[in-house]
């Protein structure tokens, strides 16, 4: 038998560990890999929850979480692509302009 | 101890010291491999939870498909070690500490005062039996309206990811 705030501290240590990634890096696929890694945290508290309180719809919930990263995956790395493509590089820190 | 404590400690030091492995690492396809190792010890989390489907789900989309997405864009793109660029100095001095106390705070709240009454392993049956009707009746708009949003994303996708008119390549006909 697992406390409940187990799962929920482990989701947090994810969810900051995300964040701190969206910060500190500097490769925009990185930090696009850290924002996967903040919705995996949130869906594990998802999962705690619905365990603990019987509520099966937050597993449902968690497939539309699923669904969002799926797409969002899909269009950011098209969009990684077109950046590469005008920029030529991958570093947040050189694509600061809005036109080229 | 039970096994179920091991099992969750064993699954959860997995999927920290893969998020931790993520921001240490510069190149990003070892970031890339860390995070599926985390996705993994996620799905043995669910199992852990009773979720059988939402593990199977997790392995099959998450480490599967989206992650294969990623390595492919590294792969396509080149992607070299990363240049470090000097940052705020004041965000790493007031930042870390803050963010350490933060997450203390929250880490002692949570374990004081909630969640008393443990979590049965198992308890919720989460076999793809009972999510199936839960998906098809009670959320079928949302799973529908799921479906425009995964259209409308491959199309984003194609239009972004396609060459743009000024490229060398000749344009062909229905491009």
């Known amino acids: ?100 | 101890m039970s096994v179920h404590l091991v099992l969750f400690l064993a699954f959860g030091a997995v999927a920290v010291a893969g998020a931790i492995n993520l921001l240490a690492q510069t190149h990003p396809i070892n970031s890339a491999l860390s995070l599926i190792a985390v996705m993994a010890a996620l799905a043995g989390e669910y199992l852990l939870l009773g979720a059988e489907f939402v593990a199977a789900v997790q392995v099959i989309v998450y480490a599967g498909a989206i992650m294969v997405l990623f390595v492919f864009t590294i792969m396509l793109l080149n992607a070299g070690v990363e240049e470090h660029t000097q940052g705020s100095r004041v965000a790493v001095m007031f930042g870390i500490p803050g963010m350490l106390l933060g997450s203390l705070l929250v880490a002692w709240v949570l374990l004081r005062h909630s969640g008393t009454e443990a979590v049965a392993a198992g308890a919720l049956p989460g076999s793809p039996t009972t999510i199936g009707p839960l998906l098809f009746h009670e959320f079928l708009l949302p799973f529908e309206i799921t479906s425009i949003l995964i259209l409308v994303a491959i199309m984003g996708a194609v239009v972004l990811a396609s060459k743009p008119p000024s490229a060398p390549v000749p344009p062909r006909k229905g491009d």
Not at chain 1, 45 to 69: C, D, I, N, R, T
Not at chain 1, 76 to 81: F, N, Y
């Open chain 1, 1 to 100: 038998m697992v406390p409940l705030s187990y799962y929920l501290v482990l989701s947090g240590i994810l969810f900051a560990c995300g964040v701190t990634g969206f910060l500190i890096k500097r490769n925009i696929i990185t930090i696009f890999m850290s924002i996967e890694l903040m919705l995996n945290g949130v869906n594990l508290s998802f999962v705690a929850f619905a365990a603990h309180w019987h509520a099966l719809a937050g597993q449902v919930f968690v497939f539309f979480v699923m669904v969002v990263a799926a797409a969002e995956a899909a269009v950011g790395l098209a969009i990684i692509i077109a950046v590469y493509r005008t920029r030529e590089t991958l570093n947040v820190d050189q694509v600061n302009l809005l036109k080229l």
